[in-house]
């Protein structure tokens, strides 16, 4: 059967009313791929399979809770969307409200968004203003802007993205036919591990699933708020997409870890790109660095002695890895150079 995008596939599990339609792109559905090679590598011996958001319409997680917050946006007749954005947010938003014939306008801390991300919101048509200030500060931006004009926030502050993402827990139960063990995630804003164990709970408490997964969150270290207990102001890590000092739902995660018996802590820039080639290399996954997170998490825990034998383990990936090719040019090694001669390249190739 043709997949219908997150709304009509988990419509029952959604707190919409009928006269939303979905706006959609065919969001969800997105690879839960084994990945055996990358579990040898960080020493676990249980299954590990990593949940591939890169796969969506604009190329992250974003979509699952976008097509919820403008299919309502879109019902109330908004004249606008608005958020703030270290990236993905801006893309996604753009391109759904575009799909829904709004206008969108996005905020975006100057310097401190990757060019892919910044280019899909011009392209679908976004007004993008960048501030000299932090993500942080242009969330408190727009937040003042929507209180006094009739345009609706689509950040994770509003509830019906959360209701979105929750679905990327669904689709896990649904493919394993259970709930993981563990599950690994990002955190920079924190709704991702908060609408993941939404969906979990949910699941759960309807007997569809007979258990839940404990939520391990990892933030970079130099932006670790939630790990620290104090917001930080200037923020700083390669990855980009979770560089962001006060998260909007930093009492979800806590709970998420609280109530799954979980863990939200922190790795380096260096953890991050080591995983970030690792996943690429071993499984053909490409992703961009904030995505390796979760497995550079993995890793710590691993190696840490912390993961029991034999479980079953997701690795969310939030998106692709072209998001942000500049860290793949700089991380990586640049091409061989040989003049156009067969035997010359044969010597380079050592075959």
């Known amino acids: 059967m043709t997949w219908s995008g997150v709304i009509r596939e988990y419509r029952a599990h959604l707190p919409l009313s ?59 007749e908004a004249r606008a969307v608005i958020c703030a954005s270290t990236g993905n947010t801006s893309a996604s938003a753009a391109a759904y409200a575009a799909r829904a014939g709004l206008r969108a306008f996005v905020v975006v801390p100057e310097g401190k968004i990757a060019l892919g991300k910044l280019n899909q919101a011009a392209m679908h048509g976004a007004t993008v203003v960048a501030i000299d200030g932090s993500f942080d500060a242009a969330l408190e931006i727009v937040t003042g802007i929507a209180k006094t004009s009739n345009v609706i926030v689509v950040n994770s502050i509003n509830p019906y993205r959360l209701q979105g993402q929750k679905t990327a827990a669904f689709e896990i139960c649904d493919a394993l036919g259970c709930a993981p063990d563990y599950h690994f995630l990002p955190v920079g804003n924190a709704g991702n591990i908060t609408a993941c164990w939404m969906g979990y709970r949910e699941y759960r408490e309807r007997g569809i699933t007979d258990s839940r997964p404990q939520m391990m969150g990892f933030q970079a270290a130099g932006a670790a708020p939630l790990v620290t207990g104090n917001p930080l102001h200037n923020p700083e890590t390669v990855a980009t997409a979770i560089r962001i000092g006060n998260p909007a739902s930093w009492k ?34 490409f ?3 904030a995505s390796a997170t979760s497995v550079a998490g993995l890793k710590k ?13 997701v690795c969310t990936l939030t998106g692709h890895g072209l998001k942000d090719p500049t860290t793949a040019t700089e991380s990586s090694p640049p091409p061989a150079r040989a003049p156009a001669d067969l035997e010359r390249v044969r010597d380079i190739l050592a075959i």
């Open 287 to 289: 992703v961009e660095p």
């Open 252 to 285: 979800g995660a806590e709970a998420a870890r609280d109530e799954s018996n979980g863990v939200i802590d922190a790795v380096t820039d260096d953890e991050i790109l080591e995983a970030y080639h690792l996943i690429a290399s071993l499984e053909g996954i």
């Open 301 to 313: 825990m691993s190696l840490e002695g912390r993961i029991p034998q034999d479980m079953t383990i």
């Open 18 to 76: 009928a006269d939303v339609e979905p706006v959609t792109l065919f969001e969800g559905n997105t690879p839960l791929v084994e990945a055996p090679r990358l579990a040898t590598a960080l020493g676990v011996t249980g299954r590990v399979l990593l949940k591939y958001e890169g796969a969506n319409p604009t190329g992250s997680f974003k979509d699952r809770g976008m097509t919820v917050a403008i299919s309502v946006a879109a019902a109330a």
